[in-house]
């Protein structure tokens, strides 16, 4: 400043200072110039007073542009912060980053609350740490407690180990002493009113290893970035878990698409299955077309085992007896593996098990693919049946008629006499009824076994509670049992027990022979006789004894009933002079005494009674069975007229 600078110059200068943004250095010496040479029109004192009105200037211009710098960066954050990031972790990074630029410090970490562990974690940190690094565990109070009460509030101090307003955590004051730090500034990452008690997710701590007094500009930035940082985290959060659920459903409308297709492809296969039926495709067609789906060999089989059709690539060794076997034993029509690179599909039409399809191919199937072995299976099922039926053979309707005759008693036997004759049965000539209980584990097998028995015999078939049953043709049902028996033993491979009834007469009988069957059956059962065959003339009384219903009236019908008939109709005494005769031990002539009647009538009595019961009547076998007939008929007549005795007696 030149000597005798006027009044009007000095000012001059101090506004020259002041727009140039001179330090505040200049001013002092400014000041110190005036002092040394004075200024004209004005005391030492006025001079001084303008230039400390300057440096207020200048200081507010100051912290002006500090302020300016400050929200600049704090838009910058923002604009930062606003970006997309793919992880919560990256956001977290950023605003560590970003708040120690922001304030100038040496470092800035970010906790964050772990519920599940009652403690805090450190997320993420920015500039030279050693010890708070990602992923560290500190105590719930993030190892800084404040004096007084607890806040949400950002708290700051200028020395963490010289503040007494602060206690820190033994584990974290040694931390704090390892990385040299002093000054500390913390707000909570909450965008929420702090008045509500609301606790925040998470802290952002910045700090430096000099000490420094927080302006209140300062703070403001940092709390300011606090609200952005956490309304940012929010936005993230939200963002991600909307793409976690675009993507969850961008995958189920994938699966969706998947299954649909699929489901297009099983109709369309399922059309060209039944078009291939209706228009009248054979079973090789079918065959082949499975082999090509599935790249593999596939055989079709008969219920006895035999090959019906066979079509495509693969092993050969003729060796599936263990997946027939497997099939046999199969409840429901799903594939199943076999073993050996096989699959098998049983074939079932209704209760009865036709064949199986075996699968040849490499590898696993899959459910799909399963799913369409399965229809190959039953559409072959369908092949079987259209053929059966066209060609004349099948036995439904056979079947049948003997169903609705065993399932109703009432049912006119003129009607089923009606039906029977339609498809060629006369059921007044005699026949028989064979009853089988054959294993569940065969329990298909033998059904279908029983259909084609039943046809090449010209009978009828049925399957009811657990019992295949027979209609068959013939007069004697001893040796017919034992021919199903043997039969089904060795077709099926297990020995099978069966009871027989009959001769039968009339579609009346139906009902009666068949309950006469199960009553042989179940005394063969009884008996303990594995496979074994046996009809009512066969075991005789013992059937009556074992049996479950044990039908004493049946075996006393079955063993007299031609004279108890012969009694009713002639109004004769043959039945108490059958008594009489063994009474006396098989002689007429006491017999004659004991019905006080002549020896020749006698004879002539037993003559009649051999007409009606046989040539054999007297035999041991035949005459015991009639002397047991004899006696419970006594005591049916005893225990019939009881109560009038009881009555005269009172």
């Known amino acids: 400043m030149p000597p005798q600078l006027t009044v009007s110059g000095g000012i001059d200068e101090l506004l020259d200072l002041l727009a140039s943004g001179a330090p505040a250095d200049a001013f002092e010496d400014f000041l110190d110039d005036a002092r040394r040479f004075g200024v004209t029109g004005a005391t030492t004192t006025d001079m001084k007073a303008a230039v400390w009105r300057a440096m207020r200037v200048h200081t507010q211009i100051q912290r ?3 302020r300016e710098a400050g929200l600049t960066a704090l838009v910058d954050a923002a604009r930062d912060l606003a970006l997309p990031y793919d992880s919560v972790g990256g956001l977290l990074h950023a605003i560590a980053r970003r708040a120690r630029h922001l304030l100038s410090m040496d ?15 450190v997320r993420a940190a920015d500039g030279h740490t050693s010890g708070l690094s990602v992923g560290l565990r500190l105590p719930a109070d993030d190892g800084i407690t404040t004096v007084g009460p607890v806040t949400t509030a950002p708290f700051a101090t ?35 009113d702090h008045s509500t008690g609301r606790v925040p997710r998470g802290r952002l701590y910045v700090a430096s290893r000099k000490v420094h007094h927080f302006t209140a500009d300062e703070r403001s930035l940092v709390g300011s970035l606090g609200i952005l940082a956490a309304i940012y985290l929010e936005t993230t959060h939200l963002r991600l878990a909307a793409d976690a659920r675009a993507a969850e459903l961008e995958a189920r409308l994938a699966q969706v698409s998947r299954t649909a ?10 059309a060209s299955l039944v078009d291939m039926l209706v228009s009248d495709g054979d079973l090789r067609t079918l065959v082949a077309t499975a082999a090509d789906s599935f790249g593999g060999r596939v055989t079709l089989y008969t219920a006895v085992g035999d090959v019906l059709v066979t079509a495509g690539d693969g092993q050969d060794d003729g060796d599936d007896a263990a997946a027939l076997a497997t099939a046999v034993e199969m409840l429901t029509q799903d594939p199943a593996a076999a073993g050996g690179g096989r699959w098998v599909a049983p074939l ?10 075996v699968l040849s191919a490499p590898g696993d199937l899959s459910p799909a693919a399963r799913k369409r072995l399965r229809l190959y299976a039953q559409m072959a099922s369908l092949f079987i049946r259209r053929d059966k039926l066209t060609s004349g053979h099948d036995g439904e309707v056979r079947d049948r008629l003997l169903d609705d005759a065993l399932s109703d008693e009432r049912r006119v036997p003129r009607l089923l006499t009606e039906r029977a004759r339609r498809i060629g049965l006369d059921l007044s000539r005699p026949y028989l009824m064979v009853v089988a209980r054959p294993d569940g584990s065969i329990q298909s097998r033998a059904n279908a076994w029983g259909s084609a028995y039943a046809r090449r015999k010209g009978g009828l078939r049925s399957c009811r509670n657990g019992h295949l049953i027979l209609l068959l043709p013939g007069s004697d049902a001893g040796p ?21 009834a009959g001769p039968l007469t009339g579609a009346e009988s139906v009902q009666r022979g068949y309950r006469e069957a199960i009553r042989c059956l179940d005394a063969v059962t009884a008996l303990g006789v594995e ?13 009556a004894l074992v049996s479950a219903d044990h039908d004493v009236a049946g075996f006393i019908e079955a063993a007299l009933g031609p004279v108890l008939g012969y009694d009713r109709e002639r109004f004769t005494d043959l039945v108490p002079t059958l008594q009489a005769y063994f009474d006396a031990g098989g002689s007429p002539t006491y017999a ?26 007297q035999k041991p076998a035949q005459a015991l069975e009639i002397q047991l007939a004899l006696r419970l008929l006594r005591v049916r007549e005893t225990l019939t007229a009881q109560p009038e005795a009881l009555a005269v007696g009172t």
């Not at 004879?603 to 009547?617: A, N, Q, S, Y």
Request: proline share 3%; net charge negative.
């Open 64 to 66: 002006g542009r500090v």
């Open 107 to 121: 470092m800035a970490y970010i906790t964050i609350v772990d519920q599940e562990h009652g403690c805090v974690q």
């Open 158 to 192: 200028h020395d963490l180990l010289a503040d007494d307003q602060i206690a820190l955590n033994p584990a974290f004051e040694e931390m704090v002493r390892v990385e040299g730090l002093h000054a500390m500034i913390a707000v909570p990452l909450s965008c929420g």
């Open 261 to 270: 297709e699929r489901f297009r492809e099983d109709c369309d296969l399922q």
């Open 348 to 357: 079932c039409a209704a209760k009865d098990y036709v064949g199986a399809l």
């Open 480 to 500: 017919v049992a034992r021919d199903v028996a043997a039969a089904m033993a060795a077709d099926l491979g297990k020995p099978v027990s069966t009871g027989a």
């Open 531 to 543: 496979g074994g065959a046996g009809s009512a003339r066969e075991l005789g009384f013992v059937g």
């Open 592 to 617: 004659a005494e004991r019905l006080h009647v002549h020896t020749n009538t006698v004879t002539r009595r037993l003559d009649r009674i051999k007409e009606l019961l046989g040539p054999d009547w």
